[in-house]
């Protein structure tokens, strides 16, 4: 017997509210309590769903005057609560039997509210989320919050054996024997024909809960690393559905397996997805991104200039943008607006067409900018100087390249890579940009600087913005090879002791265009040498 009461010296001293339905675990559970030292409260839930409920109630009051235990009593009338709160018998019995455990904990300052739940309850929870389908079968929690459930590792037969031992006796709840409910089912009609088979089920499934639990909680904790700039397309599938989950827990959302399941199908592949979940509640997965809110469009943050006017779009909208004209439709489609939601983006006419879109970030016809007398986004002109030095890099035959350094919206740092000038990898365009930057502001912490590259930093260059203490990175293009901000792995999952800001994709289309063209000349030059060979100069014939 002692396992029984072994397990529970943790509480010996503790004030603790045990859940004392009547039944053989939770007696047992009040009996070993008392003897293993603690100071026990008892609390018995009339549900009221059945004519002799009432009997338990008393029977339960007389047991524990018996023991010299103090005793909470309360009848609820379950199947009203449920009926009026729309939830099923189960579901509202459970809710309304915590509440009512932790007032009583209130009431009495208990330390831990324990249940006597046992591995019996756990292989039938296991087996029941198995055959429901559930993506993780992690069974009932051994704590949550101030409840605790001691017994799960206790088998039913030595929780009989004990209370035999002690002469005590406990009620039967009349619906256990009722096949109708489905644990009562897989109790009494399921469970002993696998254990005929398979004399170890019980453990082995209760194994399952322990295992898929701790597996659960550390893919759980990758997910609540995932950053707002990580690429969600890149995370493995486990992690994102967790991630995906929490998000939804976190704005309040009901929802199914297969819900979840859907949406991080659409968040891999970067498609749109449209669900309503229970409640009539609306969210999007569209571009990689999850929205669990209706998408909100923000209007001008500036004065409108004379004869421009406030409209959302019209089919024939065109805006003139340094490529040439686009249907705005197509700047909708690029910048991932859901197409329930086009028609409440905020547009800007003047005579000349469309001027500006309110999508994120906000898409400026050509000129436009400075008919409204908006200075340049400080990021966007920033790339613009980095993209130079990226241009720069290329025709030095380096790896197109490059990075500024701002401070106070001025350059500070510029940097450009030249590993392959002077023979060095680590000359890099960050760290030269860097480097710069600290010679002239005269320290060596960046703290209120960005640096802004037209490329994904590598591991390297961005441990040394790390060590700089960079208040802020913006880039361009994605580096899939080395990129240290989720193209291959996103470094700052980690907790290190300064995380700086990140944001990523400005002027991307113009990085990525450069990286390939000097990629393309690479290739180029790669295959004429393998076809011609290294070019010999003509002998001088004197």
């Known amino acids: 017997m002692l396992p029984l009461t072994s397990v529970l010296f943790p509480y010996a001293a503790q004030t603790v509210v045990v859940g004392v339905s009547g039944g053989a675990d939770s007696v047992a559970l009040l009996l ?38 103090p005793c909470e009593v309360a009848r ?3 199947g009203a609560v449920a009926a009026r709160r729309g939830w099923n018998g189960e579901d509202a019995a459970r809710r309304v039997r915590y509440d009512f455990l932790s007032r009583a904990a209130k009431k009495v300052g208990a330390s831990a509210i324990l249940t006597a ?7 039938e929870t296991v087996l029941m989320a198995l055959l429901r389908g559930e993506a993780v079968l992690h069974g009932i929690p051994a704590v949550r919050g101030r409840v605790h459930r001691p017994w799960l590792g206790v088998s039913r037969a030595d929780i009989e054996a004990f209370l035999v031992a002690h002469n005590q006796g406990w009620r039967e709840d009349p619906s256990n024997a009722d096949p109708s409910f489905t644990r009562a089912w897989l109790r009494l009609e399921v469970m002993p024909v696998l254990a005929a ?13 322990r295992l898929s639990a701790e597996d659960d909680a550390a893919l759980s904790e990758l997910a609540a690393r995932i950053t707002a700039h990580a690429p969600l397309a890149a995370q493995l599938p486990a992690v994102l559905r967790r991630w995906v989950r929490q998000e939804l ?3 309040g959302h009901s929802f199914h397996a297969d819900q979840i399941g859907a949406l991080t199908a659409a968040l891999r592949q970067s498609a749109t997805l449209h669900l309503t979940l229970p409640g009539a509640r609306q969210v999007t997965a569209t571009g990689g991104k999850l929205y669990t809110a209706p998408q909100k469009w923000p209007p001008p943050d500036f004065p409108l200039p004379d004869g421009w006017i406030l409209r959302t779009r019209k089919p024939a909208d065109r805006i003139r943008l340094p490529a040439g ?11 991932k607006v859901p197409r329930e939601s086009r028609d409440t983006v905020p547009v800007l006419v003047s005579a000349a067409g469309v001027q500006w879109a309110g999508v994120r970030p906000p898409v400026w016809a050509e000129g436009a900018r400075a008919q409204a007398g908006v200075p340049e ?5 920033a790339m613009g100087e980095a993209l130079a030095l990226a241009h720069a890099a290329a025709e030095a035959g380096e790896v197109p390249v490059g990075a500024v350094v701002l401070h106070g919206g001025a350059v500070v740092g510029r940097g450009r890579n030249t590993s392959r000038q002077e023979g060095d990898m680590t000359r890099h365009a960050e760290l030269a940009a860097l480097r710069e930057a600290a010679a002239t502001l005269g320290t060596p912490y960046l703290t209120e600087c960005t640096l802004v590259v037209t490329l994904e930093p590598c591991p390297m260059c961005l441990g040394a913005a790390l060590e700089a203490r960079i208040g802020g990175i913006v880039y361009g293009a994605a580096n899939p090879k080395a990129g240290a901000l989720g193209g291959v792995l996103d470094v700052l999952a980690a907790h290190w002791g300064h995380t700086p800001t990140v944001l990523g994709g400005v002027r991307a289309t113009e990085a990525t265009r450069l990286l390939k063209e000097a990629f393309r000349q690479v290739r180029q030059a790669k295959t004429a040498f393998q076809t011609t060979g290294p070019q010999t100069p003509e002998r001088d014939p004197a």
């Open 32 to 69: 070993a309590l008392r003897l293993a030292g603690a100071r026990v409260v008892a609390a018995h839930l009339d549900h009221a769903l059945r004519s002799d409920s009432a009997d338990d109630a008393r029977w339960v009051q007389e047991l524990c005057a018996g023991l010299g235990v």
């Open 76 to 78: 609820v009338d379950v």
């Open 117 to 123: 739940h046992t591995r019996r309850d756990q292989a």
């Open 197 to 209: 088979r398979f004399p170890g089920i019980e453990m082995a499934l209760a194994r399952i809960a």
């Open 249 to 251: 827990v976190g704005a």
């Open 325 to 335: 004209t686009r249907k705005l439709s197509d700047v909708f489609t690029d910048a």
């Open 377 to 381: 986004d400080v990021h966007h002109r």
